[in-house]
């Protein structure tokens, strides 16, 4: 809408509120004096389409990747706030508390969604609107007030010693025996280990450098003697001179996806009748900080090795060392 039309909108509105003409003219005349200094354009309040954003997400998502956030971070953020603007179906800044809180009940209710999961979607909206305010696009988070969705503690188990056997006996191959000792005593996301080259193996020290770790971190982890026998045999039975430490098996023998390598491990563990826990990438990498802390590593250094930001993600693994306690003071303290 142009200048000209909005005034004459407001026109036809004074004169079918009766204003005397002398008033109305005197109104119109203080409007184009003021509005001289101003350039007017509508305010653009529209919902978004369907695979569209606003401009204050795309604004946002920039300042993510700007803070050195992956990939695949952001593109999460994105997905997350699309959805919810496009469901409660109003403008960024007419969103209220009750709203965000409509919104993540449904989510819940629908059943579609662990409780983990929605408390994610409270965190990245939290987020976003912190930064709307820290940025001065609204003056206060409609976010703030609704209180953290309390998440039951996994169960998830370290693997035991007779199971991490009985699946080293189940591997076929040098390559599948190389890589579950390697997740095993590295600690390494199974996404880390995708994008490993030989460069980033030192055997004279057992060291494994991690240029691009999670949020972009680069951290050193190390493997122990018997991943380092694995690894050497699985190198030595290789016909190519790929420079990627777990490549593809045919040719161009490039880097092999994160997908592949947790099928890979599937594969071994349902060839095992006797495990008594489900054994995936990450329950290995569980188990290397369960081990370390259990064996009396500090916790410091267990945080450098699993390339954690926050102290308190590594001490989620503490808890089997305080069942471990728990147990003796019950055995010994009567």
């Known amino acids: 809408m142009s200048y000209e039309q909005l005034r004459s909108s407001l026109a036809a509105r004074l004169v079918d509120r009766r204003l005397p003409p002398k008033l109305a003219h005197d109104v119109l005349q203080e409007l184009d004096i003021v509005a001289a200094d101003y350039d007017i354009r509508r305010a653009c309040t529209d919902l978004i389409v369907s695979g569209g954003f606003p401009e204050v997400v795309k604004m946002y998502c920039a300042s993510l990747i700007v803070e050195n956030k992956a990939a695949g971070t952001v593109n999460d953020y994105r997905r997350i706030l699309v959805n919810f603007l496009e469901t409660v179906r109003k403008p960024f800044n007419m969103v209220t508390t009750n709203d965000i809180r409509v919104y993540l009940f449904s989510r819940q209710q629908n059943g579609?969604?662990?409780?983990?999961?929605?408390?994610?979607?409270?965190?990245?909206?939290?987020?976003?609107?912190?930064?709307?305010?820290?940025?001065?696009?609204?003056?206060?988070?409609?976010?703030?007030?609704?209180?953290?969705?309390?998440?039951?503690?996994?169960?998830?188990?370290?693997?035991?010693?007779?199971?991490?056997?009985?699946?080293?006996?189940?591997?076929?191959?040098?390559?599948?025996?190389?890589?579950?000792?390697?997740?095993?005593?590295?600690?390494?996301?199974?996404?880390?280990?995708?994008?490993?080259?030989?460069?980033?193996?030192?055997?004279?020290?057992?060291?494994?450098?991690?240029?691009?770790?999670?949020?972009?971190?680069?951290?050193?982890?190390?493997?122990?003697?018997?991943?380092?026998?694995?690894l050497r045999e699985y190198l030595n039975t290789r016909?190519?001179?790929?420079?990627?430490?777990?490549?593809?098996?045919?040719?161009?023998?490039?880097?092999?996806?994160?997908?592949?390598?947790?099928?890979?491990?599937?594969?071994?563990?349902?060839?095992?009748d006797q495990l008594t826990v489900t054994v995936t990438p990450h329950v290995l990498r569980h188990t290397f900080a369960t081990m370390a802390i259990n064996n009396g590593a500090p916790v410091q250094h267990v945080q450098q090795l699993m390339g954690h930001s926050s102290l308190d993600t590594t001490m989620i693994y503490t808890h089997h060392q305080q069942e471990d306690i728990r147990a003796s003071h019950r055995k010994f303290v009567t």
Not at 151 to 171: F, H, I, M, N, W
Not at 244 to 267: D, N
């Open 112 to 230: 579609s969604l662990a409780k983990s999961s929605v408390e994610h979607l409270r965190i990245v909206i939290n987020a976003f609107y912190n930064w709307l305010v820290d940025e001065e696009y609204i003056e206060r988070n409609p976010a703030r007030r609704i209180e953290p969705i309390k998440v039951p503690r996994s169960g998830r188990q370290a693997v035991p010693a007779v199971d991490l056997e009985y699946l080293r006996k189940a591997c076929r191959t040098p390559r599948e025996k190389a890589l579950i000792d390697f997740l095993y005593s590295t600690g390494c996301r199974i996404s880390e280990c995708a994008a490993l080259t030989l460069d980033d193996i030192d055997f004279r020290d057992r060291s494994v450098r991690i240029l691009h770790g999670k949020g972009d971190k680069a951290r050193m982890t190390y493997f122990n003697a018997e991943a380092e026998v694995s």
């Open 239 to 272: 016909k190519n001179a790929s420079s990627v430490l777990f490549c593809r098996s045919r040719a161009p023998y490039g880097f092999i996806s994160k997908t592949a390598l947790e099928r890979e491990i599937r594969k071994v563990r349902e060839r095992v």
